[in-house]
């Protein structure tokens, strides 16, 4: 599988971006889907993640309430819509794909959970 991440911009403080993630391939709709971000001498953390059917979606509560994360599986895509910007969501976003079986709630928030990862997309909040 093969992760192209998009959508991510410059944004003030209350303000919404949406990211896409266009995965390649016919075996996405198997595959459990998240969206991490990093800052600059940080660790990778979880931002949301969502099962291979969409049926079952987990947050970070740093995120919970603001971001939805969606997908579809006839455009092999998923996405990331994120309301209610905050200058601490400043941060390059990854989209990552999964075995069903990994992504759950007890362990879908484990960069090891995940396979495959997309290049980064930067997501940038201003105050």
């Known amino acids: 599988v093969q992760l192209q991440a998009s959508g991510g911009g410059l944004v003030q403080a209350g303000g919404s971006l949406r990211l896409s993630c266009a995965a390649s391939g016919r075996t996405f709709s198997s595959y459990g889907m998240g969206w991490f971000r990093q800052s600059p001498g940080k660790e990778r953390e979880f931002v949301a993640a969502i099962s291979y059917s969409g049926g079952s979606t987990y947050y970070a509560d740093s995120v919970k309430g603001r971001f939805t994360i969606s997908r579809d599986n006839a455009k092999n895509t998923v996405y990331l819509q994120m309301n209610s910007l905050k200058p601490e969501d400043t941060a390059v976003y990854y989209c990552?794909?999964?075995?069903?079986?990994?992504?759950?709630?007890?362990?879908?928030?484990?960069?090891?959970?995940?396979?495959?990862w997309g290049q980064g997309t930067q997501v940038t909040v201003s105050s």
């Open positions: 990552a794909a999964g075995r069903t079986s990994k992504i759950i709630a007890s362990t879908g928030h484990f960069v090891s959970s995940y396979d495959y």
